[in-house]
């Protein structure tokens, strides 16, 4: 009497507790590694000109940009109009040949935009340009 053999069929089993831990590692990865790329951008519609190309020097510039809601950055930094002042002052104090940006959103309030040039002229401010796009 011969014995019938039978064939053995292959089951793989995934054990989904294996999925979960390689899903965790992936995400601890993903979140590690992209918290540290935020980065600092003032984002500003500046208005458009004819005119734009100005060679400048690249550590004595300094950029004061207006956001929408009348906020002052002096060289990315968040500063209120009192400190943006003492800032500039010893900025020129420091090297009188700096030369300062103006970059004001095209929506902010002109008066934010006046505040700024009344800063620059009473520190005797004579190395100023306004950013602007170049109009295409």
Excluded: W
């Excluded at 690249?58 to 956001?67: E, G, N, R, Y």
Aim: proline fraction near 1%; aromatic fraction near 6%; charged fraction near 30%.
């Amino acid at each position: 009497m011969r014995r019938s053999r039978k064939k053995r069929e292959l089951s793989l089993d995934i054990a989904p507790v294996n999925l979960i831990d390689l899903l965790l590692v992936m995400l601890i990865f993903f979140v590690t590694t992209t918290s540290f790329l935020q980065l600092k951008v003032i984002e500003l519609d500046i208005p458009v000109a004819d005119e734009t190309k100005t060679q400048y020097k690249k550590k004595l510039t300094h950029v004061i940009s207006i956001d929408k809601e009348c906020k002052f950055y002096y060289d990315k930094g968040l500063m209120s109009l009192r400190a943006l002042s003492i800032n500039v002052k010893d900025t020129v104090a420091s090297n009188k040949d700096s030369i300062f940006q103006v970059a004001a959103d095209m929506d902010s309030k002109h008066q934010c935009f006046v505040d700024v040039l009344d800063v620059l002229k009473a520190n005797n401010i004579k190395n100023l340009s306004i950013l602007t796009e170049e109009r295409k």
